[in-house]
Nanobody
Framework: QVQLVESGGGLVQAGGSLRLSCVAS????????LGWFRQAPGKEREFVAA????????YYADPVKGRFTISRDNAKKTVYLQMNSLKPEDTAVYYC???????????????????WGQGTQVTVSS
C-alpha cells in the first residue's frame, strides 16, 4: 500500500502562484506514478494532472494546461504541482493519488487511482 501526504495549499490572490507537494511512502513500485485531482464545494472530484515515475509522460486537464506544471523527484518520492496564473475557479481541495492503472483514456479515469491523500485547500481570491 502507498501513503500520500500533500502540502503547500493556502490563500492566494488571482494571478498568483502556489506549489503543491505530494510525498509518497510505502510500495510505490506497485504504482505507475501519481496524479493530482481537485474538488470544489458541490462539485465532483476532477482530474488535474498526472505524471509517471519513469519517462517524460505528463497529462493535464484542459482548464490548467499552460498554467500548471507537474514534476517529480524520484529520489524523494515526491511529486509537485506548480500552479501559476491562478484563477478563482481554481479554488478547491487538491488531492494527490497513486496511479495503479493505465487505461488508454485521456484524461486518465478516476478508477485508475487510489491511496488518496488527505487533501490540501487552495483558495484563490478575486
Amino acid at each position: 500500500q502507498v501513503q500520500l501526504v500533500e502540502s503547500g495549499g493556502g490563500l492566494v490572490q488571482a494571478g498568483g502562484s502556489l506549489r503543491l507537494s505530494c510525498v509518497a511512502s510505502g510500495r510505490t513500485q506497485s504504482t505507475y506514478g501519481l496524479g493530482w485531482f481537485r474538488q470544489a464545494p458541490g462539485k465532483e472530484r476532477e482530474f488535474v494532472a498526472a505524471i509517471r515515475w519513469i519517462g517524460s509522460s505528463t497529462y493535464y486537464a484542459d482548464p490548467v494546461k499552460g498554467r500548471f506544471t507537474i514534476s517529480r523527484d524520484n529520489a524523494k518520492k515526491t511529486v509537485y504541482l506548480q500552479m501559476n496564473s491562478l484563477k478563482p475557479e481554481d479554488t478547491a481541495v487538491y488531492y494527490c493519488a497513486a496511479r495503479y492503472g493505465m487505461q488508454p483514456f485521456s484524461p486518465p479515469p478516476l478508477a485508475d487511482f487510489g491511496s488518496w491523500g488527505q487533501g490540501t485547500q487552495v483558495t484563490v481570491s478575486s
